[in-house]
């Protein structure tokens, strides 16, 4: 049917279906080993507790939790994650400084909402997550693509950026782990950020969902913890680490923005799920969310090791791949007469499946790499699709 006689904002003409959530429509026969969705394992999620404490919460202060209240959210809960933003990210922030919001996702719209006219510029990875592609684009920004190596951003390449192009109004970087190449950004690298947004005076919004998914080497600080002049928006959530069906998440911004943010939430959907909240704080409150991190972690690792070492052993020479220190997701770099959308059609019909790379870079191009994910399969179906992978892949490079 033909939306054209709906009338509709044209703002409406730039969007498109996430290649991701589409793709994972194709994915569902059981028979398909799927490397696509950024899913983490649903059977670590804790279940049995989140039952106890479900039915504590609505026995002792259901007329509460089933009730509205505060945009900014639950104040336990935004207690809660300023201790923990500090002692994990090594940041400076307090409970003040916190909204909830429903999922991170809503904080990528939000901050779209709050930044961008029509024609602004975005200056991100190359390649970036294609949720906030999606998110800024219906605001029709112009997205400056920044050269991005094994250590993050290229200051040289950064600054360029910074000084070509009027009207930049942030710089969009996801520093650990990044989805979806797997890269985690070196200090050196961080710091440089940091210099850059000041001397410029451009926004950062950092985005980590993954910087307590690792499995090696020493934890980094948050380009918020290196922030000294409040330049710095950090989102977070409990998705990767937790529950994503919770769709319980934050951000940490100073006041003046902060206060935008609320603004926005009011009108949006007035404040994430009290229930939730209280859910998320309870947990928290009993368990911690150390140990369950911990498990999460040791399986991940497991997982990627797999993948990797038939990688190692299988993958054609012509395919590089990144080896991440943690998170969810491997990169993999064709050569460049190759097209991973092409790749993925021979892997269905084997029944594995991936991310084609090219929907990661919102100017188009470099449809020569893939996304893959290790979280969500088995052992066995991880060693299993890897080798179906590797298979189609010494045919398709022939």
Not at 49 to 57: H, L, T, Y
């Amino acid at each position: 049917m033909d939306a054209a006689k709906y009338n509709l904002a044209q703002r409406m003409d730039s969007l498109r279906a996430s290649e991701i959530r589409e793709l994972l429509k194709l994915t569902q026969r059981p028979e398909v080993i799927s490397f696509a969705g950024g899913l983490p394992a649903a059977e670590l999620f804790p279940a049995q507790e989140m039952a106890e404490i479900s039915r504590r919460i609505l026995e002792t202060e259901g007329c509460k939790a089933l009730q509205y209240s505060a945009t900014e959210g639950d104040p336990t809960l935004r207690q809660q994650i300023a201790e923990r933003m500090n002692a994990k990210q090594q940041t400076q922030v307090s409970a003040d400084d916190i909204l909830i919001t429903s999922g991170s996702q809503q904080g990528l719209e939000f901050s779209a909402k709050i930044f961008i006219d029509e024609g602004d510029v975005i200056l991100c990875e190359s390649p970036t997550y294609l949720g906030a592609i999606n998110a800024f684009r219906s605001y029709q920004p112009r997205f400056v693509e920044v050269e991005t190596d094994d250590n993050g951003m290229v200051p040289e390449a950064l600054e360029k950026a910074l000084e070509e192009n009027d009207r930049v109004k942030f710089i969009y970087a996801i520093p650990d782990f990044q989805n979806p190449s797997g890269r985690t950004w070196s200090l050196e690298r961080r710091q440089a950020l940091i210099d850059l947004s000041l001397k410029y005076g451009v926004v950062v919004l950092e985005d980590s969902p993954y910087a307590e998914l690792r499995f090696e080497g020493e934890p980094l600080p948050a380009l918020k913890a290196l922030d000294k002049n409040d330049m710095v928006i950090f989102l977070g959530t409990f998705s990767k680490v937790f529950c994503p069906g919770l769709r319980c998440a934050w951000l940490a911004a100073p006041a003046p923005l902060l206060q935008r943010y609320i603004m926005v939430k009011q009108g949006a959907d007035l404040h994430t799920s009290t229930l939730i909240q209280r859910q998320v704080a309870s947990f928290v409150e009993l368990h911690g969310l150390d140990d369950n991190i911990s498990k999460v972690v040791k399986v991940y690792r497991r997982r990627r090791q797999l993948m990797l070492d038939v990688f190692a052993e299988e993958l054609p020479k012509q395919a590089t791949f990144t080896k991440p220190e943690g998170g969810m997701f491997l990169w993999i770099t064709l050569p460049e007469d190759k097209s991973g959308r092409d790749l993925l059609e021979k892997c269905l019909e084997q029944n594995v499946a991936f991310v084609p790379g090219g929907a990661f870079f919102p100017n188009g191009g470099r449809e020569n790499t893939a996304r893959v994910n290790f979280s969500c399969m088995s052992d066995e179906k991880i060693v299993e699709g890897a080798h179906r992978f590797c298979k189609v892949m010494k045919e398709f490079l022939g």
